[in-house]
């Protein structure tokens, strides 16, 4: 079964770098394109960044473009997203969605999600 | 960007009676391979989001043949036929059709009367 696995969330001071994982098991990572979701405390789902099945494109928000770069390691299984110049508004849930759509996006498994919490 | 528009925003029901959560988009959301990307997802308490409708009115795996989704352009619609206690939760809406980036609707709270 498909089991996506976010880590790497914490409390980071504004302005510092994190890096987040998550690690796929159960499929072909490799052939599917993948999504970062986040969700601030008590607030709605905001997509953050795409990055396609062979890793030839990716895509980000308005709100983090130039500061969030998302990636992926095909042998193993993982995928990241490497956050810079942090601030409270990237406070949230961040959640790893695989996309199994071959034109629009089909947000099939979610992870768990990982907390990131950013506060002096 | 597509701005979705779910209401209610809070939806009181009680257990076995029907309910109807409706989004609306921005734009009509038909792409021009003849599909429309609209798809609903549902949160309990505590955990993640899980795919319920894809394409409008396509069940996901899994999911109780209570749920059900229809519409078309810019109007649509997620109805559960009988609510039952594990359907508590938050429901939102996301368009896929004119993207990056995707968008969701506010999400709408469904909670027992």
């Known amino acids: 079964q498909v089991h996506l696995v976010e880590s790497g969330g914490g409390v980071v001071q504004p302005g510092r770098p994190l890096r987040l994982s998550c690690e796929a098991s159960?499929?072909?990572?490799?052939?599917?394109?993948m999504h970062w979701i986040r969700q601030a405390p008590g607030k709605g789902l905001e997509w953050v960044a795409v990055?396609?099945?062979?890793?030839?494109?990716?895509y980000y928000a308005d709100s983090v473009r130039g500061r969030f770069t998302i990636a992926r390691d095909d042998s193993e299984n993982t995928l990241y997203l490497q956050m810079n110049r942090l601030t409270a508004d990237d406070t949230a849930v961040y959640y790893c969605?695989?996309?199994?759509?071959?034109?629009?996006?089909?947000?099939?498994?979610w992870g768990q999600g990982t907390l990131v919490i950013v506060s002096s | 960007d597509v701005v979705m528009t779910q209401s209610p925003l809070s939806l009181p029901v009680t257990l076995g009676q029907p309910a109807s959560i409706s989004c609306r988009s921005s734009?009509?959301?038909?792409?021009?391979?003849?599909?429309?990307?609209l798809n609903w997802f549902q949160q309990r308490p505590g955990q993640s989001p899980r795919r319920l409708i894809y394409?409008?009115?396509n069940r996901a795996s899994g999911v109780p043949d209570r749920f059900s989704g229809s519409g078309s352009g810019t109007d649509f619609t997620l109805k559960i036929s009988r609510v039952e206690a594990e359907d508590i939760g938050i429901y939102y809406c996301?368009?896929?059709?004119?993207?990056?980036?995707?968008?969701f609707g506010q999400g709408t709270r469904l909670e027992i009367k």
């Open positions: 394409k409008v009115s």
């Open positions: 996301m368009q896929g059709t004119h993207w990056p980036p995707v968008t």
């Open positions: 734009q009509s959301l038909l792409y021009s391979d003849g599909n429309t990307y």
């Open positions: 990055i396609w099945f062979d890793g030839s494109k990716t």
């Open positions: 159960g499929y072909t990572f490799s052939s599917y394109g």
């Open positions: 969605v695989r996309d199994s759509g071959v034109q629009g996006p089909e947000l099939d498994y």
